[in-house]
Every structure is written in C-alpha cells, then in structure tokens.
C-alpha cells in the first residue's frame, strides 16, 4: 500500500462487493480504485457468471484473477456496473477518462441498471471542471474538434503518445465553467468527430460509495 489514499480507494472497492448479484454478470470499470475492485471480486469469482470490462487493462487483470470476460453484445441483463471517477459532485454527475477508457465506461454504464461509483473523498467537488475533461475523437477530426471546443470555451489540449482502446485519441480540455454539466455533455457529443466526452451527467451514478478516514460512506441521491 503506497499512501492513505490507495487505503481510502481500497476500502471504497471492497465496500461495492455487497452489490455484486450472485449468479450475475458484473460491469466492471477502469483504474487504481477498479483494480482494488477487480481483487476484491476474486475473492467471489465462483459466484458471479462472468465480466464485462470497459478497458483491455482491466480484462488482463480480471482474466489474471481467472473471472470470465464475456463480450457485452451478449449480455442482456447487467444488474451492477462498479467504476471510479475523476470528480463526482452532489448529483452523482462525474467526470471519468483519466484513464481514457471513458467510451467504453459509457457503454457499460448505460446497459447497466445501477452505476455504483467507487471513490475516495478526494473525487468529492462542489462543480465539476477542475479536473479537465477527455474528449475521445477521431484522429483525422482532432484539429477541427479542438477548434469547436474552443468556441465552447474550454482550452483542449491533445493526450500526446496516447491511443485509446478504441484506436482514437484523446482531448483534455481545461478551463470549462461547467454550470450545466448535461447541456455540456450534449454539446461536446454533438460536434462531429467527437466519439464521446468524459462527462457522466445525463448517465449518472445511482450509488456513491466515498471512502473518507471515518469509514466509507454509502451515499444515494
Ligand atoms: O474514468 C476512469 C478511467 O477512464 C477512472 O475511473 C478515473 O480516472 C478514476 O481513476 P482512479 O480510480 O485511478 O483514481
């Protein structure tokens, strides 16, 4: 354990085992606070039917932990998706895609029935923005989307060195004043070339399980 925050994003993900349905396929996010997840569900691995993953990342460590990962077109019924966040404010809106996993993380989450968001107080914020947005675009489309985004008012400045998944790359724009986090959503979906945006407000979490030094705190809207 490197610091009190990796223990506060541990007890975080141990604490999101109680949604985990026996018998169940299990949405399984991306990141430090996921890979505690990810350890902790091998602890029950003979009781869930198998994963879903939103990153070749977490598929290697899930596949290392022997859990079954399953592709996503054959799931019909996905009770829980368990992820982290970069920011989560009072309405369980977030920002994601510190890890550039934000697209498929969105897909996941919005098959799921219920978004559980695994954080440590630290991801707590009053408005989101502080930490810059990831916008995946398509890499012929990244001038052109970094120009609307301008127009948008936030300063985008392109993920150098780094694919995604997906094979796009990645935008990380600065400086929003986010007052309406949904309408930003829409409007950064909605310029050409953009494969989706690291906000998570129209799909937002159902749970926030945020870990502080008192214990982790079991938070619903
Ligand atoms: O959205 C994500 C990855 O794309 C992560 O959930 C987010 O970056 C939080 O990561 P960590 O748990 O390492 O703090």
């Known amino acids: 354990m490197s ?13 999101a085992l109680k949604f985990v349905q ?10 430090s606070t996921v890979n505690y ?15 879903v993953s939103s990153s070749e990342a977490s598929t290697v460590r899930l596949k290392q932990h022997g859990i079954e990962v399953i592709e996503l077109n054959n799931v019909r019924d996905l009770p ?6 970069d920011e989560i404010d009072k309405h369980f809106h977030m920002t994601k895609g510190g890890g550039g ?38 890499p012929m489309a990244r001038s052109y989307v970094a120009r609307e ?9 392109w993920r150098q060195g780094f694919v995604t998944d997906n094979g796009n790359l990645i935008l990380d724009v600065h400086n929003f004043d986010i007052l309406d986090p949904i309408e930003l959503e829409r409007q950064l979906n909605n310029i050409v070339g953009v494969v989706t945006n690291g906000l998570f407000a129209a799909r937002n979490a159902d749970v926030a399980l945020i870990a502080t030094a008192q214990g982790v705190q079991e938070l619903t809207l």
């Open 22 to 31: 026996p018998g169940t396929v299990v949405g399984v996010g991306t990141g």
């Open 80 to 85: 829980v998706y368990i992820d982290g966040a």
């Open 149 to 157: 985004i301008v127009k948008l008012g936030g300063d985008p400045e």
């Open 3 to 15: 610091s009190a925050q990796d223990k506060l994003k541990q007890e975080a993900a141990q604490a």
């Open 101 to 138: 996993a934000l697209t498929r993380e969105k897909i996941i989450a919005a098959v799921a029935d219920k978004f559980i968001c695994i954080a440590d107080e630290s991801k707590q914020v009053g408005r989101l923005g502080g930490f810059p947005i990831p916008v995946e675009v398509i």
């Open 37 to 51: 997840f990810i350890d902790a569900l091998a602890t029950m691995k003979q009781d869930i039917e198998a994963a």
